[in-house]
């Protein structure tokens, strides 16, 4: 009898598994997908709420596709429970699904802030295509929208909001903006350049209550003006999507927690993406790192393990990369790690600023900042995440970086990370394009 693959979430993790399975066995197994949405990629959200691309591109696999993998679809359903000592996964219209190898993929939901007015009409998330929908058939040139958090999604979906026509006003209620991305002097050159761009954004402001008035928002501050909108937008975290599990005996921390193989405390059970707690190749511990290449790399690590092809993850890096206006931000690695030995500059003439963490002679984290017009911005992305990612020792790169923390290049090419990272491949071999992963009959 063929194995039965039973994959929870049609996002990027869920899809890369069914991907790589099918690469491997070539039809030769079951799989059946559950799953809330169609599959799609989360991360393009922003360039279909500037119409930049529509509806038919977010989707990562038409019904066609799946049919054609020999994927047995149950979409738009949810999973409600888990019995891992029946292999029984029950669905919310009470179908019992069994399972010999079950993929948890079920990715993360937003959370807004528990005042008054959050769940009011008008006031939105931005996480699914849902809501995404809702959100772009409000927008209209001069909609005044108040971006109630300041972090990684929000800065996503600015350049949309301001190319839609936006009057765009930001609120966070910590200290800083991107308070879980940059350090204090990144985030005074974001707050400076969005402003000097006529975009209004307030770190330290409170919203208390949203309440209505003559059919506009109004926003309550703690100590401070009311704010009008005609659309808000809560940007206020994520939490993992485990509600379900509970009960069901399988390890949680804040996340799944699993091994180098993916595997959760039951062995025939995996987890992936979002959802799950795996290895951080800089700190050696357990971490979840809710962005695309950690769902994609698990998604595909899991899959290969699903499919019998024994295969250890190396563990996933922590990267932050967003533009707004033009400014590229990103970080890597353990940017925040207040053990670390810290090189930093920032240049008098232009917005460009970066921070090199080390341990010993390791670099462990690091932060860049710099307009997208300045060459060495892009150049130095690509290279400090590199740099980070390799853990190569610096050894006397890292004194001629404290003399000038922009010239990263010389130490990436001397200190062989380049050669270091490119024979690295996630499961030992070349990958095959989605479109030639063709399945027997
Ligand atoms: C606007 C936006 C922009 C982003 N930009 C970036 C970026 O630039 N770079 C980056 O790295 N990351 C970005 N991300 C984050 C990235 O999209 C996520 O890390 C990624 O989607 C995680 O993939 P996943 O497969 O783990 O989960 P998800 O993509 O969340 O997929 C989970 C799927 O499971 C389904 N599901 C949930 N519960 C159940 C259930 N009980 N039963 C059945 N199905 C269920 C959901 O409906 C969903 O389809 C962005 C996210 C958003 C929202």
């Known amino acids: 009898m063929a194995i039965k693959h039973v994959i929870i979430g049609g996002g990027t993790a869920g899809w890369n598994a069914i991907t790589t399975i099918r690469e491997i066995d070539g039809g030769n197994s079951e799989i059946i997908l559950v799953s809330d949405e169609n599959p799609y990629s989360r991360m393009v959200l922003p360039y279909y709420l500037s119409r930049e691309i529509g509806e038919s591109h977010v989707f990562t696999a038409s019904e066609t596709r799946l049919g054609q993998l020999k994927v047995e679809t149950r979409l738009g359903r949810r999973a409600v429970s888990l019995d891992p000592n029946a292999n029984k996964v029950v669905l919310d219209d009470d179908e019992e699904i069994q399972y010999d190898n079950l993929l948890i993929a079920t990715g993360s939901s ?39 958090g300041a972090g990684f ?88 999507n485990l509600e379900w599990l509970e009960g069901s005996g399988v390890e949680m921390n804040a996340g799944i927690l699993v091994n180098d193989f993916l595997r959760s405390s039951e062995s025939n059970i995996y987890a992936a993406g979002d959802v799950a707690e795996g290895l951080d190749c800089v700190t050696g511990e357990k971490a979840i790192h809710a962005i695309e290449p950690t769902a994609m790399q698990h998604g595909r ?39 670390a030995e810290v090189i930093e500059a920032v240049q008098p003439d232009r917005p460009a600023y970066r ?24 150049n130095d992305v690509g290279i400090l995440k590199g740099l980070v990612h390799s853990g190569n020792e610096l050894s006397a790169w890292k004194e001629q970086l404290r003399k000038n923390p922009f010239d990263v290049k010389r130490a990436f090419l001397a200190t062989g990370a380049a050669a270091a990272l490119l024979p690295k491949t996630l499961l030992g071999r070349p990958s095959v394009p989605e479109r030639d992963i063709a399945v027997s009959s």
């Not at 993850?313 to 925040?336: H, P, Q, R, T």
């Open 110 to 148: 937003p959370v807004r802030a528990p005042i008054p007015g959050a769940d009011a009409p008008g006031v939105h998330s931005f996480w699914t295509l849902d809501q995404a929908r809702q959100l772009a058939a409000e927008l209209q040139p001069g909609t005044r929208v108040a971006m109630i």
């Open 153 to 240: 999604i929000s800065f996503t979906i600015l350049d949309s909001l301001v190319q839609r026509g936006a009057d765009l006003k930001i609120f966070e209620i910590a200290p800083r903006i991107l308070p879980r991305m940059v350090d204090d002097t990144g985030a005074g050159i974001v707050a400076k350049w969005l402003a000097d761009k006529g975009v209004q954004v307030q770190a330290g402001a409170e919203v208390t209550s949203i309440e209505e008035s003559g059919g506009a928002k109004v926003l309550k501050f703690k100590g401070g003006p009311d704010v009008e909108a005609d659309v808000v937008i809560m940007a206020t975290g994520i939490k993992t």
């Open 301 to 339: 690590v899991a899959g290969a393990n699903m499919a019998g092809v024994e295969t250890v993850y190396s563990g996933s890096l922590l990267m932050n990369i967003v533009g707004v206006l033009g400014l590229e931000i990103a970080s890597f690695g353990s940017w925040d790690d207040p053990e």
């Open 355 to 378: 921070k090199l963490l080390f341990r010993g002679d390791r670099l462990t984290g690091a932060i860049i900042l710099g307009s997208e017009g300045d060459v060495w911005t892009t």
